[in-house]
Nanobody, 122 residues
Framework: QVQLVESGGGSVQAGGSLRLSCAAS????????MAWFRQAPGKEREFVAFISWNGGTISYEDSVKGRFTISRSNAKNTVYLQMSSLKAEDTAVYYC???????????????WGQGTQVTVSS
């Protein structure tokens, strides 16, 4: 079991940056792959990025490539999502998730945080 708490969301103008953090409890954080998903109003939850337990494998959704960077600190039990060049369409609730494996399907991630709101104004 792992508990996840996101932070760092907020309101920003288009073109701006935000860094999201997700702090995990438990002693086995470095056993889990970590991911970020997002859900905009009226839309399904969608994959944003994942990172393997040691950072050796990283994947991004096409629309965020080159703008978002996922990273992790196993020493701090934290995963990050650095978001730059933000667009209005990035507005959503952002969730972090943990799993023993990794994929782009939200159904394969059993542990979730409560989410943090990101609002980008144009």
């Amino acid at each position: 079991q792992v508990q996840l708490v996101e932070s760092g969301g907020g309101s920003v103008q288009a073109g701006g940056s935000l860094r999201l953090s997700c702090a995990a409890s438990g002693r086995t954080f470095n056993s889990y792959a970590m991911a970020w998903f997002r859900q905009a109003p009226g839309k399904e939850r969608e994959f944003v990025a994942f990172i393997s337990w040691n950072g050796g494998t990283i994947s991004y959704e096409d629309s965020v490539k080159g703008r978002f960077t996922i990273s992790r600190s196993n020493a701090k039990n934290t995963v990050y999502l650095q978001m730059s060049s933000l667009k209005a369409e990035d507005t959503a609730v952002y969730y972090c998730a943990a799993a023993m494996g990794y994929s782009r399907a939200s159904s394969n991630w059993p542990f979730w945080g409560q989410g943090t709101q990101v609002t980008v104004s144009s």
